[in-house]
């Protein structure tokens, strides 16, 4: 089966070709570098690119991908969550083609799509074998565990009640004078150094948090760690590139490890850890997740590093294993720009 997908949930715009939801023949990803300005994306700025560049980058993925519109056997994209007027470019888009074409309409979960990231690589194993498994959404706008018993049923039992990881490291760069994105700044200067210990909260999550009945254990809490930063600089500003250098690692260094725990408390049974989103690029948290997965035993599953951030290979890849909402129910639906999973 091959699966044309489109992905415009945050600042990516991408469309990709994916046979049989593993093997990746086109993918195409536009990142817009006009946000940089104002240190985060600006809604009716990414729509409007979208809206401009959409139709070209799914002609080149088509092409790229060898079989042509001809060889395509479904549409799919992404319909939530992430931000409504990006999200509506996109699924608009795929409605549109899938009715002109004849083509079947897929539904597709942004969050579950980045767990199934980890299978684009082809050294990964079959999907269908590596159960029971634990999933860690981690990205700018979503930190979220997940519990996969088996094949079809996927269970959320941990998620941040505030920022997201990459949406902390984001505030930390901007914090920091570090820029935007921050996140790959964050972690590039912390290569090589030592952090120093317990300089950072872990920021805990508190019986009776909003956890939507989640075990506060497996949650997460960024905003005071964010703060601890803020407090931090404003008594005591870094005096050089050194020290701002040695601050990033610090504060990453707390995120990574909050990351980290909620991992080996959630694991169980599991025997297999897929990590999937843009924060999973990180090169301490590959290490530090690595660790944890020698030490117990787990198979660690990682995305190769161009199928970490957004991009419609997650998308069509997927699809093309049957999960989402299919036609014609598909037709029917808005996107859902909170649309859990």
């Given at each position: 089966m091959n699966v044309l997908g489109i992905e415009t949930s945050c600042d990516e715009t991408s469309a990709a070709v994916v046979r049989d939801g593993r093997e990746v023949l086109s993918c195409v990803v536009h990142t817009q570098a006009q946000h940089r300005p104002f240190g985060g994306v600006v809604p009716e700025i990414a729509s409007r690119c979208h809206i401009r560049l959409l139709p070209e980058i799914v002609e080149r993925a088509v092409a790229e991908s060898g079989v042509g519109w001809g060889g395509l056997d479904l549409v799919a994209a992404t319909?939530?969550?992430?931000?409504?007027?990006?999200?509506?470019v996109g699924w608009s888009a795929a409605k549109g083609l899938a009715m002109r074409t004849g083509l079947p309409l897929?539904?597709?979960?942004?969050?579950?799509?980045?767990?199934?990231?980890?299978?684009?690589?082809?050294?990964?194993?079959?999907?269908?074998?590596?159960?029971?498994?634990?999933?860690?959404?981690?990205?700018?706008?979503?930190?979220?565990?997940?519990?996969?018993?088996?094949?079809?049923?996927?269970?959320?039992?941990g998620r941040t009640v505030d920022d997201a990881a990459g949406?902390?490291?984001d505030k930390a760069a901007k914090l920091l004078?570090?820029?935007?994105?921050?996140?790959?700044?964050?972690?590039?200067?912390?290569?090589?150094?030592?952090?120093?210990?317990?300089?950072?909260?872990?920021?805990?999550?508190?019986?009776?948090?909003?956890?939507?009945?989640?075990?506060?254990?497996?949650?997460?809490?960024?905003?005071?760690?964010?703060?601890?930063?803020?407090?931090?600089?404003?008594?005591?500003?870094?005096?050089?590139?050194?020290?701002?250098?040695?601050?990033?690692?610090?504060?990453?260094?707390?995120?990574?490890?909050?990351?980290?725990?909620?991992?080996?408390?959630?694991?169980?049974?599991?025997r297999y850890l897929a990590v999937g989103g843009g924060v999973s690029l990180n090169s301490r948290?590959?290490?530090?997740?690595?660790?944890?997965?020698?030490?117990?035993?787990?198979?660690?599953?990682?995305?190769?590093?161009?199928?970490c951030g957004d991009n419609a290979a997650m998308i069509a890849g997927l699809a093309g294993t049957g999960r989402g909402v299919p036609s014609p129910a598909a037709f029917d639906l808005d996107v859902a720009p909170s649309w859990a999973v």
């Open positions: 319909r939530g969550p992430g931000l409504a007027s990006s999200l509506l897929r539904a597709v979960n942004h969050i579950e799509a980045h767990l199934h990231s980890v299978f684009l690589d082809p050294a990964a194993p079959d999907p269908l074998e590596c159960f029971p498994r634990l999933g860690l959404a981690v990205s700018g706008g979503h930190t979220n565990l997940f519990r996969m018993p088996e094949e079809g049923r996927i269970e959320l039992v949406e902390a490291l004078g570090l820029g935007y994105p921050g996140g790959p700044v964050v972690d590039r200067l912390s290569r090589g150094r030592t952090p120093r210990a317990g300089l950072f909260p872990e920021g805990r999550v508190r019986e009776g948090a909003l956890t939507g009945g989640l075990d506060p254990e497996l949650c997460l809490s960024f905003s005071g760690l964010k703060t601890a930063l803020l407090h931090r600089v404003q008594a005591s500003p870094p005096r050089d590139a050194e020290e701002t250098a040695q601050l990033a690692c610090d504060y990453q260094e707390a995120v990574v490890g909050a990351l980290v725990r909620r991992c080996e408390r959630a694991l169980g049974d599991a948290l590959r290490e530090a997740l690595g660790e944890l997965c020698a030490r117990r035993g787990v198979r660690l599953l990682l995305a190769l590093p161009r199928h």
